[in-house]
């Protein structure tokens, strides 16, 4: 007789693991099924983000900051560094055990919540009784059974047609985070999140990075005035980047890669790289589900039809993350998660869209939650802005880090925060005060007359938030 289970979540990666273990706090026998291995053959439980994503790109740009500061920003402290070197091994070491303690640290997690793990592949084998029969294909093969199931499979790299990832010299964001070597010419086709990440990780270290982006704008999800400042500090900061390209081929040989396109005023080009990274978006993983076995409907894109509430049109089943519809964001599919196991429970489940915040962990950082100047003005709302530079807040100046701003978009009656948009230092725990005000519907009065701690850089925020009103007292 197979395992039988209240819930059973396939995948394991930041939905998944967290949608099981508050299924076993609500007191649902759960499962997590999850097949991600280590070097070693062992689980590695996490998903895309914490093994070739969010996690290991954080501790790698981590590094390479470092290395850049002590290359060019220590001396404005009175610190001498000599003979400057970096040893590429190591730094990729650091980050694998980065990697590794979050891994454990989610298996740990499972046995603190009595989550059962099953390390190996998770598919659907028929609907019976009321409950759905999972096989796990792993070391070994077994079969159980649950009453819900929660599909949290997350998404692949998207290969650019004729280029396929040999991981060797035509990376995705897996062999971007494994290059042995600091290549001496990077190429990176697309400037989304992962293209500028890693774009920059390596050009600190020393690559000439060359970005091509097919889209005419530069960070066209991003507010045009961010988008902007990023462009002109990227730019002075040593990133090629070209847009309105079209890639015409891609030539992959021993000794390189050559990229054909044609740039933006129609002329023919050719980009000889040592490395290349294609970060041109994601799509849903289904690979080996066998949704046809139950009857699972997906939609043209290859990912799960799911409601908003996450419910799939097969009752009990239900889908979360990166394998739905929604921005593919780890903790948009943690939020999920959560909300799905609390709806299994009979709880109202909770996620707002418009309040999920956005973040490039570039050098400067770029943060944003709600509405976008231009977004504003497509929908006709009127609204007030206001915003704030980083050059005119002291801690900013103390850090030696004064790019960037901080701005607001409030509706211009009511006063009611629609938008901030932040480009500058630490904008990725900065953007948390915005995400609180807009979930309880704050005004940008509200954050204006809150007192902030001098000096710090959340004081930026509040400034930006009297500017709306026109009342900035250090600019």
Same mark, same amino acid.
């Given at each position: 007789?197979?395992?039988?289970?209240?819930?059973?979540?396939?995948?394991?990666?930041?939905?998944? #693991?967290?949608?099981?273990?508050?299924?076993?706090?609500?007191?649902?026998?759960?499962? +997590?099924?999850?097949?991600?291995?280590?070097?070693?053959?062992?689980?590695?439980?996490?998903?895309?983000?914490?093994? $070739?994503?969010?996690?290991?790109?954080?501790?790698?740009?981590?590094?390479?900051?470092?290395?850049?500061?002590?290359?060019?920003?220590?001396?404005?402290?009175?610190?001498?560094?000599?003979?400057?070197?970096?040893?590429?091994?190591?730094?990729?070491?650091?980050?694998?055990?980065?990697?590794?303690?979050?891994?454990?640290?989610?298996?740990?997690?499972?046995?603190?919540?009595?989550?059962?793990?099953?390390?190996?592949?998770?598919?659907?084998?028929?609907?019976?009784?009321?409950?759905?029969?999972?096989?796990?294909?792993?070391?070994?093969?077994?079969?159980?059974?649950?009453?819900? !199931?929660? !599909?949290?499979?997350?998404?692949?790299?998207?290969?650019?047609?004729?280029?396929?990832?040999?991981? !060797?010299?035509? @990376?995705?964001?897996?062999?971007?985070?494994?290059?042995?070597?600091?290549?001496?010419?990077?190429?990176?086709?697309?400037?989304?999140?992962?293209?500028?990440?890693?774009?920059?990780?390596?050009?600190?270290?020393?690559?000439?990075?060359?970005?091509?982006?097919?889209?005419?704008?530069? @960070?066209?999800?991003?507010?045009?005035?961010?988008?902007?400042?990023?462009?002109?500090?990227?730019?002075?900061?040593?990133?090629?980047?070209?847009?309105?390209?079209?890639?015409?081929? $891609?030539?992959?040989?021993?000794?390189?890669?050559?990229?054909? #396109?044609?740039?933006?005023?129609?002329?023919?080009?050719?980009?000889?790289?040592?490395?290349?990274?294609?970060?041109?978006?994601?799509?849903?993983?289904?690979?080996?589900?066998?949704?046809?076995?139950?009857?699972?409907?997906?939609?043209?894109?290859?990912? $799960?039809?799911?409601?908003?509430? +996450?419910?799939?049109?097969?009752?009990?089943?239900?889908?979360?993350?990166?394998?739905?519809?929604?921005?593919?964001?780890?903790?948009?599919?943690?939020?999920?998660? $959560?909300? !799905?196991?609390?709806?299994?429970?009979?709880?109202?489940?909770?996620?707002?869209?418009?309040?999920?915040?956005?973040?490039? #962990?570039?050098?400067?950082?770029?943060?944003?939650?709600?509405?976008?100047?231009?977004?504003?003005?497509?929908?006709?709302?009127?609204?007030?802005?206001?915003?704030?530079?980083?050059?005119?807040?002291?801690?900013?100046?103390?850090?030696?880090?004064?790019?960037?701003?901080?701005?607001? @978009?409030?509706?211009?009656?009511?006063?009611?925060?629609?938008?901030?948009?932040?480009?500058?230092?630490?904008?990725?725990?900065?953007?948390?005060?915005?995400?609180?005000?807009?979930?309880?519907?704050?005004?940008?009065?509200?954050?204006?007359?809150?007192?902030?701690?001098?000096?710090?850089?959340?004081?930026?925020?509040?400034?930006?938030?009297?500017?709306?009103?026109?009342?900035?007292?250090?600019?």
């Amino acid at each position: 007789m197979s395992k039988q289970f209240d819930v059973v979540v396939i995948g394991g990666g930041p939905g998944g #693991y967290i949608a099981a273990i508050r299924a076993a706090q609500l007191g649902f026998n759960a499962a +997590c099924i999850d097949e991600w291995k280590n070097d070693k053959g062992g689980p590695a439980p996490g998903g895309t983000c914490t093994n $070739v994503g969010c996690i290991p790109s954080k501790a790698l740009l981590q590094s390479s900051e470092h290395f850049e500061h002590a290359g060019h920003g220590f001396a404005d402290h009175g610190i001498s560094m000599n003979d400057l070197k970096i040893d590429i091994a190591k730094m990729i070491g650091r980050k694998d055990s980065v990697v590794k303690q979050n891994n454990d640290g989610i298996l740990y997690l499972f046995k603190k919540n009595k989550v059962t793990f099953f390390h190996g592949r998770g598919s659907f084998v028929a609907a019976k009784d009321g409950a759905y029969e999972v096989k796990v294909a792993g070391a070994t093969e077994e079969t159980i059974t649950a009453k819900h !199931v929660i !599909v949290a499979t997350g998404s692949n790299a998207r290969q650019l047609p004729g280029a396929p990832f040999d991981e !060797v010299n035509i @990376l995705s964001n897996d062999g971007a985070l494994r290059i042995p070597a600091v290549p001496k010419k990077l190429g990176v086709i697309g400037s989304g999140v992962i293209g500028l990440e890693m774009g920059s990780v390596w050009r600190r270290l020393g690559a000439e990075v060359t970005i091509l982006e097919a889209l005419p704008a530069f @960070l066209g999800a991003a507010d045009e005035s961010v988008a902007k400042e990023a462009a002109k500090v990227f730019k002075k900061q040593g990133l090629n980047i070209e847009l309105g390209v079209k890639i015409s081929g $891609v030539e992959n040989g021993k000794s390189g890669v050559t990229v054909k #396109y044609t740039d933006a005023k129609g002329a023919e080009q050719s980009l000889a790289v040592d490395k290349l990274i294609v970060s041109i978006g994601r799509v849903a993983n289904t690979i080996g589900l066998n949704p046809e076995a139950v009857g699972l409907k997906l939609d043209e894109r290859g990912a $799960v039809v799911v409601d908003d509430e +996450c419910k799939t049109n097969l009752p009990n089943v239900w889908a979360i993350g990166d394998v739905v519809r929604g921005p593919m964001l780890a903790h948009k599919a943690e939020e999920e998660g $959560v909300a !799905v196991a609390e709806r299994i429970a009979g709880q109202h489940g909770h996620v707002n869209f418009n309040t999920i915040p956005w973040v490039i #962990y570039t050098s400067p950082e770029i943060a944003w939650v709600g509405k976008t100047e231009q977004q504003l003005k497509a929908d006709g709302v009127a609204y007030k802005a206001g915003q704030f530079p980083f050059l005119a807040n002291g801690r900013a100046r103390a850090l030696g880090d004064t790019t960037g701003f901080v701005k607001f @978009l409030a509706d211009a009656k009511t006063d009611e925060i629609l938008g901030v948009h932040i480009i500058g230092p630490m904008a990725s725990e900065l953007i948390s005060e915005a995400v609180v005000a807009m979930e309880f519907k704050a005004s940008a009065e509200d954050i204006a007359r809150i007192c902030h701690a001098h000096p710090s850089l959340s004081e930026a925020t509040k400034e930006a938030a009297l500017a709306v009103d026109k009342r900035t007292l250090n600019f």
